[in-house]
C-alpha cells in the first residue's frame, strides 16, 4: 500500500480510495476535487464518509471535503429514514396477513445491521413474498392505500407474465415506491433459481417482523441482479455492496466460502457468484481466500470469454460521468444491455417485446 | 481580480478552455461555456465576483451549446453539473437564467451540511432579515428594493443556516425578478444594474439586479438573525407590520425551507432556534418606498416599538 498517491486517472482514485478508506488521508485537494464527483456519481458518498468517521479519520480531511460529506451522509440518514418507515408501515399493513415477508437489498442491510448498511443510498423498499401469498398482499396494500403506477396494456401484461415482481406500488401519502417480488429473477430467464430455497432459510431481524435473506442468499441475490440486469446505474454501489458483505460474512463465519460456493451450485446462480468475485477482487481488493477463487474459477465461461467481460464489466460498472468514460464505454453498456434480454427472454418472447417496444417508440402518442 | 477585469475575448477564452473559478459565498465554481449570451450575462452580473485560481470546486458547472443539427437554426444548451446534464436543453439565447436556476439546483440538492431556506436574506448594523418566499408574497422585489436602499444582499433564494452557529451564511447571487416588478424596480431605482430581460420562461419575464459590491465584497461575513418577516403583497394596501405568532412561524419556516426533512432532528433543532431568537412579523404592503421606510425604522427601534407603532 503506497503510503503518498499521487493520482492522475479518476479511474485508479476512485478504486483505491473504495479499496483503502485510509488512504484519502492523503489526498491533494486536486485530487479531491476528482475523487467528491467519482463518489457522488457512484451513490457511495455516504458509505465513504461514514466509513472515514468509523476509522477515526474524518476530522482530519480538509474542512470544505468535511461538508460535502456530511451533505451526503444527512441525505443518506434521510432516505434511510423514509424507508424505516415505509417499511414500518408495510409490517403495520400485513400484521394480519399470516404471511412471511422478506426485505431485499438495501432495507436489509439496514434492518440487519450490516456495515453494508451504514451510509448506503437507497431509494425505495423490495419485498420478497412466496408466489402463493401474492395476491393476498397486493389486495392488503390496495386497499390500504397503496396505489399501483400506472402502466399501458402491454407493461402490465409483461409485468403479470415475465416479471419477478409486481407493477411498482407507492402509498398515496407517501414518495417511497414499493416493489413486491415473488422470484429472484424475471420468469422468463435463463436462469431459474427456486425461490422456496431462499424463503425457507430467510434469517429474523431484531426489532422487525419481516425476515431478510440468509448471509449466502443475500449475495447471491445481489450478485444475480448485478451481472444479469444489463442495467448499471448503480453498479459500483451494488458492487461494494458485495464486496462489503463478503468482507464481513466471511470474517463471521469461517465454513463461509465453502457455504457460498455450494449455495450457489444449489441455487443455480454460480455465473453470477464467478462474476461477483471476479470483479470484487480486480476492483475492490475484496480478500477470497485462493481456494475460493480456484473453486469459482470452475464457474467461468473460458479464459478467453471472461477477458471480454472484464472489458465490458469494468467499463459499465464504473460511475457514467465523462471522467470515468472511455471511447468504449458506451458500447460496452450497450452491449451488457443486449446480453441481459438474451438471457432474460427466450428468443421468441424477446422478438416480440422488441417489435411491441419498438411500435411504441415510433408511436409515442398512442392511446393507453 | 474581477471578472470585469477581464476583456471580453479573455472571459470567452478562459470560460471555452480550463475553466473559470469563482466563489459564490462558501461554494467555489469552476464553470465553463461556450454560449455567447451567458457570457456576456457573467461579465455584467458577476462583474465583481473574484476570479480564482484552481482549486477544489465544489460545483464543476459547464453551460455548452448542444452540438446536433439544430445548432444552425436552433441552437440549444444544456446545463452541466460534472458533465451530466440534470435537464432537458434551453434555447441559447436563455442561458442567462438556466445558469441561475442550474446553479440553485445544484445547491439545493447537495449542500445539506446547511439547514436551506427558500427565502431572501438582507443585512442591516449586523442584523439580518429573513424573508421566506411564497406564492404572491413579492419577496424577490422586496429584495431587490432593500438592496438597492443600503441593506447588504446576503441572498435572494438562499437562507443559508450554518448548523453550528445558526448564522446567516451570505450567497449575494443576482437577484431574479419577474414580469411586472422589473419595471417597478427600473422605475424606482433608475441607477439599478439590471440585465436584459429574458421574455417567455417558465416563470414569466425574468431579469436580473446585479448584487452591490458592498454585498458581494462582504460575502465572507456572517449574519445573525434578527428578523422574520412573512410577507404578503397587495396592491394598494397600506403597510400592516405586526407580531406573528410563534408556533405558526415555526411551522411556516419548517415548511419554507429546502431541506427541513432532510436533516431530520436537526433541521426541527435549526428551525425552532431561530425561531425563539428572531423577531417573527406579519408584513403586508402596497407601495415599496413606504415599507422600506418602515424596515429600515425597524433596525433603529427594534421589536417593542414595531408593536407600539402598530398598536398606536
Redesign the interface.
Known sequence: MPAQLTYTRPRELLLSCLAHPSLVINLS??E??ML??LT??SKLMGRLAERLIQLGIFNRL?A??Q??L???M??T??RQ?MVLWEINRLERALKTSGTTVLVLKGGAYILARLSAGSGRLLADVDILVAHNDLDTIEKLLLSQGWEAVQLDDYDEHYYRAWMHEIPPLRHRDRCIEVDVHHTVLPVSSRYKPNPELLLTEARPVEGCQFKVLAPCDMILHSAAHLFLDGEFVNGLRDLSDIDLLLREFSQKDSRFWTRLLHRAAEMKLTRPLFYALRYTRRMLKTPVPRRAVVAAEFYSPGRRMARIMDALFERALMP????VNDRWTPLARRLLLMRSHWLKMPPALLAYHTFRKSVKRWRPSAPK | MRIAEFSSDALKTRLHTSGLYTQTGPFKIRIKSNSRPFIESLRFLYADYAVLDRQLADFHVALELQTNYRRWFHPQVLFKIDGKSPFQPFPNELSPPLFEWGLNWCIGTRAHHYLMLHSAVLEKNGKALILPAHPGSGKSTLCAALALSGWRLLSDEFGLIDTKSTCLVPIPRPIALKNESINVIRKLFPQAAIGPSFPKTRKGTVAHVRPSIMSVDQMDQPAQAAWIIFLKYKASSPVVLEPFDKAQSLLRLANNAFNYEVLGKQGFQLVSALVRSCQCLWLSYGNLEEVIERLDALDVTGYASTIDVHSA
Do not use: F, K, T
Open positions: 485537494e486536486i479531491w476535487d467528491l464527483p457522488r456519481h480538509p470544505r471535503v461538508d460535502h456530511i451533505g451526503s444527512r441525505l440518514e434521510h429514514r457514467d460521468i465523462p471522467d
